[in-house]
Structure formats: structure tokens, C-alpha cells
């Protein structure tokens, strides 16, 4: 025995004790008690912390309803504002559309807003405590269909995590909004990905997926540890090339359900853009998956099948990645019907046994309740117009098509159209009143196929040409999940409704694109009090109470998929549009209303020499490139992106390098050299220079 060596083992174990003593005094790591400490015995009693809203639906449950009675039919009339949060997009950023979901927990509410943005705000007061801005690659916005947007964070064990609209998620301190790790989830950068959605706590690991199938990507979601951020499992939606071999099991069952011969380099679609849901009893994890791409299937699989997992739900155990069960809502899906609606959970009697269920109501406009166990459909039937099916069968669960539904020939009339009966507004369960309530659209569109398709990288590719219904009407439908009867429905104003919120007071509260904030019975959909904001509201509200007084708290801020639909009807046209979190309680004050929205002058545009056919090019590539952000110039309307047919002479001057050289992809207009030319671009600035032309004269009355 070395004497000397074993002489030294006191002095090393006090130096290795007081080095764990300092680094466990210089840890991030929350704990109990810390700010934003949610676990699931928190979770699973959340009943019992009204002062809290928990999760993106308050419970792990996601009815997006609350038990808080405070406020109720009998008070409500007396709601006003408590206090607003100025959330406008700092750094000279344009103001997006606000669709989050808070969550409070002891007093501090975490949301976030466009550009990815996290705001921690005292929920009493509306004082800010921290923001996080994760600085967005504005290159991405070129892949956006629906506005740089985030829908929520998640709040767990101390953290917050948010997914960040070019591809990352990111951990954060709840208490500081410390960065503690960062994970890159894109699988390919040089495709048209982005993340709007919140992720989703499960079991051990934090999930999430994305958005981009009408840009031709493959969707996925990606399971990370909690703790570390290290990558646990990745689960694709649909198949690759057969030829690449499969990535899990699954994808090589989906397989059998698509033509060897598909278009595989379109990618598919299938991305798991929208709300989550969790069931910690079951240990499943629920993912409802989004459209084709392209839309037509006899360009994507030409022999057809039912192309899994498209328009699907599915059941995923989060320990192991591996699916447990699915159900498609829409075999061969050519409509752009997606089901990443937010996902309920309940307990449910039906047929004289209560069943655990689970509830959605997608795009294509049939309410669906399946057992959450097995995924076996219980009821099924529309809730708006629906021509593409007559109905579900019950003993397939599938969806009965009518030829009206087919436009692989000739065009044809379809309701719904591609926005979807009901887009990702989230819909609430209330178990008070036994009724979900949907913030429904009852629309139909022209489906017309392309003639040919081929794929082009970067670009819009879906594979039909769009006229949507101007006659479109928005509802906020109350029905009955069992027997599928419809207990009352209310017309809404506007285009862009909001999200909604269901209470133990007997309530059902839900802002709107006009600027007000309503407060409708829940029982009969009578509108008890209205509350003028001035600002667009799509986001679903919450409830919470703090030193026993219940407020009602919302996210206000238009945009979104409906961006430039009808948009004069809307707040947004009258008011200036910028993002604000509101929250009210009883014997509140009036809500401040903003600034009027004041367009500038149009100016004389620079003397330039026109040509009809470069106006006609330019014109052409307008219509095909830009005109989804930046609308029709003829016959102008009002847009929350700017006017091209107001450019100051800067602007016209910067034509070329903010097109082709990104000079303002901070502000999310991208680089668009990888498809158009220098001559495509002088092609539009002349077509923009006739058009401002034009419409110069005719404000100076010189026509």
C-alpha cells in the first residue's frame, strides 16, 4: 500500500466537495418553488389553481375551458380593462398577426407574439419582467403562407420553450429568460419550412413539428429531451422515396398507400403544424397532421391510394417514437383540409358508457369524437356546408365522396374551401354545458387543377388554381359532441374571428376582426356584453384569478392566413394595427382605442421608360410572386403587408436590391434572386411604375 497516496485522500474529497458545492450554487437549473414551475401533479389538479392557466387549453385536457365562475351571466356586463401590454415588434419589424395562447403560472403570464418573440408580464398589472427576441432569419418569411407568426409557448419545471419561426427550439429560464439551450429541428434548410406552432410537453420530452407543405416539404415532428435539448426520436409523416429505404416501420407501411411512382421530390406534405395534445394517463401523445402537396393527387400518386399519414391523427407513445394508433380524416386528400386543429380531450357518455375521447374538428367541416384509447370513431357529421362528402360511415370510418369533390377534370365548386370550415382558432369543451364551441366558416372555392405540375423549388406548389368565395360567412357554433345536434349558432362580422374560451360562469367569450371582445351566453349564444377594442383579435382568450379577483385575458393583433381577405371589414383597415395583450376584469375601465390608420399620399412615381411588354411580364410575375402577400394593385385595398402602388422614391430607387439582394429580409421580405432575374425584377418595377402612375392621376384628378 502507497501510504502517501492514501494521506492525500482527505485534502481531495474536501476539494471535490466544495467544487460540487459552487457548481451546484452556479446551476441554471430550476427548481420547485422557482418561477414557471408547472409538473404534472400540478398539472392533473389544476382544477384546484384557478389562479393558474397551465397549458395552451389550461389543462392537460386542452378544452381551453375554466371552472373560474367569478365572472358570470349575471356580471358580466360589468367587464372592463384591468391593464394593456404595448406588444408592438420592436426593431423597426412590421407588425404581424398575434394568435398565442398565454400561460399564467403564480402570477406571470408567458406568451409570445410575431417573429417568434416571448414576453414574460406580470398578470396582475401588466408590467414586463423579461422578453426574449430570437432574432428571426427573415429570409424564412418567403415560406410562409400565413404570416410570421407564433401561436404559444410551453411553461415546464421552471423553463419556457418557445419554437422559433426559422426552425429552432429554444429552452429558456422562466424566471430570467436566460437562454439555456438552442437546438437546430429543420432537417433541410433549403426547403420551405417554418414553425408557427407551439410545442408539446410529453412525458420526458418536448415535441415539435412544422409547417411548409404548400412549399413542398416532407413533414415530421422531432422529440427532445427536456433537460438537454438532445434529439430522443423523429417520426416522418409521410414516405420518402422507397428507393432511400424508410426511416421507422411506419413510414414503410404508409408506403403501401402511395404510388411507387410518386412525385416524391414535391416532399409530400403532411406537416404537424397546429396544437398538440397530451394524455399523461394513457402516455400518448396526439398529433393531427396537414395537406398534400400538391393538392391533386393524380399529380402526387397517380395510381391514388389513401397516402398516409396526410390528414391524419395520430397516437404516439412519447417514450419510444412509435405510433400506437390513427385515424385518417381524409383518404387521397386533394382539398388542402388539414387536421391540425387543436385536439380536445374529455370524458364523454356515450351509448350508455363513459368514454375517454378525443375531439377535432378540421378543415373539411365534419365535428369527429374517437375513443382516445383506440382511436375508434364514436360520431361523426358536419357542422357547416360540406359538398366534397355526403357524410361518414360509421362502420369504415370513412368519408363518402361525391363527384362535386372531384376537379381532376373540370373545375368544380367546393365547400369547404381550402382556409377550412375551421382553421387553427382554437375551439372549446365546456363539461358545464356539454357542448364544444367552434369558430366555424361555412365558404366554398373553385378547385381547378393545373394542367401539368412539376415541382419548383422554393415556390407556391400546390397544383391548382384559387378563387375563394366572396359570399363567405363566419359562425361561432355551439354543438353537441354525441348526438352531433347543433344547439344554437350565432353569425359573426368580419373576416378572421377569433379563438375561444369557455367558463364555469356560464360563458363563452371569443374577440373578433371588427375589434370587439364578446361575451356570448353559453348555454343559448346571446351576446351579453361587447367590449370595443379597436384591434383585431384571433387569438382565444384565457382566464385566471389572482388575489381572488378573475381576469379575462387576450392577444390582440391581426393577421394570419386571412391577412388580406376583405381586410376593409375588419378593425385593421380603420385602426393602426399593432400587437397588444389585453386583460379585463370586473368594474374595468374602457379599452384605449388606437391611432387611426392614415394611408400616405400617393406619390408621382420616377420617370422611367415603360414598354407594354415588359408591363405585361411584370404584371404576369406580380400576379405570381407577389400578389399573395402584397394583393391586386387594380382597384387597391387596404393590406397589412405595405403598398406597392405608394412607394416612396427610395424605395424605387432600392427596387432591385431589396428583390433580388434582401436588403429588407430583416423585415421579412426575402431575396427572391434564386428565381428571378434582374430583367423579371425591372419587369415588375415597371409593371409597379404603371400602376402607381396610374393611380397618381387619378388622385390628382389629371385622368
Known sequence: MDVKKWALLPAVLTVFVFLTFIAGCGSNEPGSGDPGWIDLERLLNSDNELENWMSLGRDFQQQHYSPADQINTANVSELGLAWEYDARTPRGRVNRGFEAVPIVVDGIMYTSGPWSIVYAI????????????????????????????????????????????????????????????????????????????APQIAGNVIVIGNGGADFGVRGYITAYDLTTGVEEWRFFMVPGDPENGYEHPEMEFAAETWDPDSDWESGGGGTAWGQFAYDPHLNLLYVGTGNSTPYPIWFRSPSGGDNLFLASILAINPDTGTLVWYYQTTPGEIWDYTVTQNLVLADLEIDGSSRQV???????????????????????????????????????????????????????????????????????????????YIPAIDAGMLYTSFDEYSFRPGEWNVGIYYLADSLKSELLVARDPVTQEEIWSVDLEGVGNGGVLSTGGNLVFQGNANGNFVAHRADTGEILHQIPTGTGIMAAPITYVIEGEQYVAVMAGFGGALLDYFIEENAAATYENYGRILAFKLNGSEVPLPPKRVLPDISEPPARSLS????????????????????????????????????????????????????????GMANWSDILTEEDADAIHDYLVSEQKSAWRKQENLN
Open 122 to 197: 406580470d398578470a396582475k398589472t401588466g408590467e414586463e419582467i423579461w422578453t426574449y427576441d430570437p432574432e428571426v432569419d427573415g429570409a424564412f418569411a418567403r415560406a410562409e403562407c400565413c404570416d410570421i407568426v407564433n401561436r404559444g409557448v410551453q411553461v415546464w419545471k421552471g423553463r419556457v420553450y418557445v419554437a422559433t419561426f426559422d426552425g429552432y427550439l429554444v429552452s429558456m429560464d422562466a424566471g430570467s429568460g436566460l437562454v439555456l439551450w438552442r437546438v437546430d429541428t429543420f432537417v433541410d434548410r433549403t426547403r420551405g419550412y417554418s414553425i408557427t406552432g
Open 358 to 436: 378525443l375531439m377535432v374538428a378540421p378543415k373539411n367541416g365534419f365535428l369527429y369524437v374517437l375513443d382516445r384509447e383506440t382511436g375508434e370513431l364514436l360520431t361523426a357529421d358536419n357542422f357547416v356546408r360540406v359538398t366534397w362528402a355526403t357524410h361518414i360511415d360509421m362502420d369504415s370510418g370513412r368519408p363518402v365522396l361525391t363527384e362535386q369533390g372531384n376537379y381532376e377534370d373540370e373545375p368544380k365548386w367546393v365547400f369547404p374551401w381550402d382556409i377550412g370550415a375551421h382553421s387553427w382558432q382554437q375551439m372549446s369543451y365546456s363539461p358545464q354545458t356539454e357542448l364544444v
Open 612 to 667: 407594354d411588354e415588359s408591363v405585361t411580364k411584370g404584371g404576369n410575375l406580380y400576379g405570381e410572386f407577389c400578389a399573395v402577400c402584397h394583393g391586386g394593385i387594380g382597384g387597391e385595398r387596404i393590406s397589412l403587408y405595405p403598398s406597392l402602388i405608394r412607394m416612396a422614391s427610395n424605395t424605387h430607387e432600392q427596387f432591385n436590391q431589396i428583390l433580388l439582394e434582401g436588403l429588407y429580409e430583416f423585415n
